[in-house]
């Protein structure tokens, strides 16, 4: 993350070197989302091996473990449209942070762009969704998208970023939350190095859904007191 920016986790933020605007999403900003291409393409997935104990034996024991399996040719995932995008940002317990090119505005220019201004009508490249679980102090990532053509450039790390600190300022936040699957090898990469840890895994969880075959790879975030 830009040192600036680590000094001001506060929305709204201009990113003024790459052209970049970091705001809480508004109401009728929904529809841009769901325009975001979050395909992606990877060579490598994780699969797990479980160890299922005998149940007649005296001693129970169980063990799994992942390991990055490389594909005969690459896999192109792709994603469902979203349904339930308007219906997560209307609880007072979620927010969505978004990313947008201020170079691009959605209605053209017809002069420079002035890179201090806050504007809602620029081209958004990407976002966050968070919802906070108040039983057990948690902030769940229930989405984190990014344009294709923005990737690798540090977007998804502000976001996380920003989303802890604004999830921080307003609950009482633990630790933070996220599901992903296991063919999503670029993205658990990036988790591990955002400092994300993994939580344990569902082989069932998308049984009967488009993603069947995969399984889901949940992980976690300490959020220490006063960050």
Do not use: C
């Amino acid at each position: 993350m830009d040192s600036n920016l680590a000094d001001a986790l506060t929305l709204p933020f201009i990113d003024t070197t790459k052209g970049l605007q970091y705001r809480l999403s508004n109401p009728d900003g929904q529809t841009s989302l769901r325009t975001i291409d979050s395909s992606f393409i990877t060579d490598r997935i994780f699969q797990v091996g479980l160890n299922n104990p005998n149940p007649t034996s005296e001693q129970l024991s169980f063990g799994l473990h992942l390991t990055t399996t490389q594909l005969e040719k690459p896999l192109h995932k792709t994603f469902p449209d979203e349904e339930d995008l308007d219906e997560d940002n209307e609880s007072p317990d979620s927010f969505t942070v978004v990313v947008e090119d201020i170079n691009k505005p959605l209605y053209g220019n017809n002069g420079s762009v002035d890179p201090t201004t806050i504007s809602h009508d620029n081209k958004v490249v990407g976002f966050i969704s968070a919802t906070f679980s108040s039983w057990n102090s948690r902030l769940v990532i229930s989405d984190i998208e990014i344009d294709p053509s923005y990737r690798r450039q540090g977007i998804a790390r502000n976001l996380i970023r920003f989303a802890e600190s604004l999830g921080s300022s307003r609950f009482p936040v633990r630790q933070m939350w996220l599901e992903v699957s296991n063919v999503n090898y670029p993205a658990i990469r990036s988790y591990l190095r955002m400092g994300f840890k993994v939580a344990g895994l569902d082989v069932a969880l998308y049984v009967g859904t488009p993603a069947e075959g995969e399984f889901a790879i949940f992980m976690w975030k300490e959020i220490v007191t006063g960050h």
